[in-house]
């Protein structure tokens, strides 16, 4: 058991590796596209649904293939690291868009107007006014689909990423097929997931708190 569990830790590293990493490059490649989602010019909004609904409606294993197999194996060589990272990174920055859209919506339509009656420029009270609170209303859906992205992860192991799914995979054949290595494995991401829901109810009642301070 202990040699089981030990074999199965060795595959953390390059899990957190790939959730946080696709997870960064989401939150970051999110914003210019909710903005363009939310623009009056169709030449903006259109794409940005368009790639929104495409991405959200092909399963992530899909984009891995395309980008590892396809992109990746062409002018542009990526190890199934770097293909892994981009290809959930383009997944999550769909979802995130889509979360950032929400946190928008949630917002009263008073305060662009009051911020304007002000003599505030729009990118001041994007920066300012709107985004504070959009971050603090997307904070709990944000914790939500990280813990579902670090269990979506899994699909690296498809393409050569060792991560606790490929280790689980390579026990479980060792073993003659036991099942053991994924009980094993569904803990280990149980107890991943757990640091990530506590932290994020940590920041979010800090946002909160600073909110109502204010």
Same mark, same amino acid.
């Given at each position: ?19 946080? =990493?696709?997870?960064?490059? =989401? ?39 395309? /980008? ?16 892994? /990272?981009?290809?959930? =990174? ?11 859209? =929400? ?22 009270? @994007? ?22 992205? @670090? ?47 506590? @932290? ?15």
């Amino acid at each position: 058991m202990i040699d089981l569990l030990v074999s199965l830790l060795r595959g953390v590293p390059a899990t957190l590796l790939v959730t946080f =990493g696709a997870f960064a490059v =989401g939150a970051i490649a999110a914003v210019p596209l909710v903005l363009m989602r939310r623009s009056r010019w169709l030449l903006l909004s259109m794409p940005a649904r368009i790639y929104i609904d495409v991405v959200r409606g092909i399963p992530p294993i899909v984009w891995l293939f395309i /980008i590892f197999f396809g992109l990746g194996s062409g002018v542009i060589v990526l190890s199934s690291y770097q293909a892994a /990272i981009l290809g959930m =990174g383009l997944v999550s920055t769909a979802y995130l868009a889509e979360i950032y859209r =929400g946190g928008f919506l949630a917002l009263s339509k008073g305060q662009r107007e009051a911020s304007t009656a002000l003599g505030m420029t729009r990118l001041d009270t @994007l920066r300012y006014i709107l985004a504070p609170q959009v971050l603090r209303v997307s904070v709990p859906p944000m914790a939500t689909f990280l813990v579902s992205l @670090l269990k979506d992860t899994t699909v690296a192991s498809t393409i050569g990423v060792r991560d606790v799914m490929m280790y689980a995979s390579q026990q479980a054949q060792g073993g003659g097929g036991s099942f053991m290595p994924f009980i094993f494995a569904a803990l280990l991401y149980i107890a991943l997931s757990i640091p990530v829901v506590v @932290l994020a109810r940590a920041v979010d009642e800090r946002l909160r708190s600073r909110g109502q301070a204010k």
